[in-house]
């Protein structure tokens, strides 16, 4: 059996249902789907959550829309961040937030789900959206700088319990850096920018160095230029393909060596995409 799990950064649920979504996911329905930046409240996401169920059974990936399982957690400030996850995979326990972290600000960035295949393999899927900063703008510096602290922690015990043969995991989102020169067009010119900073790179140093994750995209990919999962709405950074590698999927060794493909769901012309980001996803052999 194979799990497809994809993760994209929808920039606003509603937007992105208005841009054409629902038209890509009755072509794709990944098993495990995970979003970031939702930007609705409570109300408008059990909606649309009930919208996705219906395509998934359409698609012929359920037999009924109300056998989809879904998790979400809404930002306390309106308008912001709110990730969400859809599974046709059961979960066996979530968990919303990371310990430490009680801001509303941080808040919509964090959620966790074991799910599990038909054979009884459990996985903890993690959807993320990382904090993106702002160039000159300190308590900005301080809220993404204290989120990946936590969140690293976090990781820590994740990768702890599945070299104890425990449960794999893998760490799905919006991470809102670029590891590391090919993982954007213009590495030069971008040294000193937000998102390309080496103290923000240093945090994936670590997780793939000393943790052990597996940055499987590139794992898979090797080391090419690209591809990019980000595109500045400025100028004409999309018909250039002048854009940033922000969305990564980090796993365990055990289930990245599982990993068969990938795919980077880039819109064929500016006016087709439905995000900024296009969509990340990876076939794991489960």
Known sequence: ???TITTSNLNGIRAAKRKGMEKWLLRHTPDVWCMQETRAPQEVLDEIFEEIGADYAQAGKVERAGDIHTIDDVCRIKGR???GLVSVLPFEGTRIGLPGLDEDVDTGRWIETDVRTEQGYTVTVVCVYV???????????????RFLDAMTARMEELREEAARGGKQAVICGDFNIAHTPIDLKNPKSNLTTHGFLPAERAYIDRWVGEMEYVDVMRDLAGDIQG?????????RAFDNDAGWRLDYQFATPELAAAARGFTVDRAEEWYKRWSDHAPLSITYGV
């Open 81 to 83: 961040a709110g990730v």
């Open 1 to 3: 059996m194979t799990m």
């Open 227 to 235: 591809p990019y999962t980000w595109w500045s709405q400025r100028g």
């Open 131 to 145: 904090h993106a900063g702002a160039d000159g703008d300190d308590i900005k510096e301080v809220q993404k700088y």
